[in-house]
């Protein structure tokens, strides 16, 4: 089992940035494919982004490549999403995911965090 809690989410206008952060803890966290979904309301939860267990590999959504960088610090048990230049519909509840297998992270992670609020405004 693993435990994953997300924070640095908050208001701020168009153009600004934030950086989320994600705690894990529970298992081997260096071992694990990490991941950040959103759900913005009235849609489905989408893929955002993915990072390996090593970091040497990295995979962004086409609606946020170039503006929001994945990375990870395995010694912190962390996984952060830097996000720069957003939009007001960036806005949504942003999860952390964490699988076992690449190849599953971008869709169907074995674990979620609690989520986290990003509000864009215009």
């Known amino acids: 089992q693993v435990q994953l809690v997300e924070s640095g989410g908050g208001l701020v206008q168009a153009g600004g940035s934030l950086r989320l952060s994600c705690a894990a803890s529970g298992r081997s966290f260096s071992s694990s494919a990490m991941g950040w979904f959103r759900q913005a309301p009235g849609k489905e939860r989408e893929f955002v982004a993915a990072?390996?267990?090593?970091?040497?590999?990295?995979y962004y959504a086409d609606s946020v490549k170039g503006r929001f960088t994945i990375s990870r610090d395995n010694a912190q048990n962390t996984v952060y999403l830097q996000m720069n230049s957003l939009k007001p519909e960036d806005t949504a509840v942003y999860y952390c995911?964490?699988?076992?297998?690449?190849?599953?992270?971008?869709?169907?992670?074995?674990?979620w965090g609690q989520g986290t609020q990003v509000t864009v405004s215009s």
């Open positions: 990072i390996s267990w090593s970091g040497g590999t990295t």
């Open positions: 995911a964490a699988a076992d297998r690449w190849i599953v992270i971008t869709t169907t992670p074995h674990y």
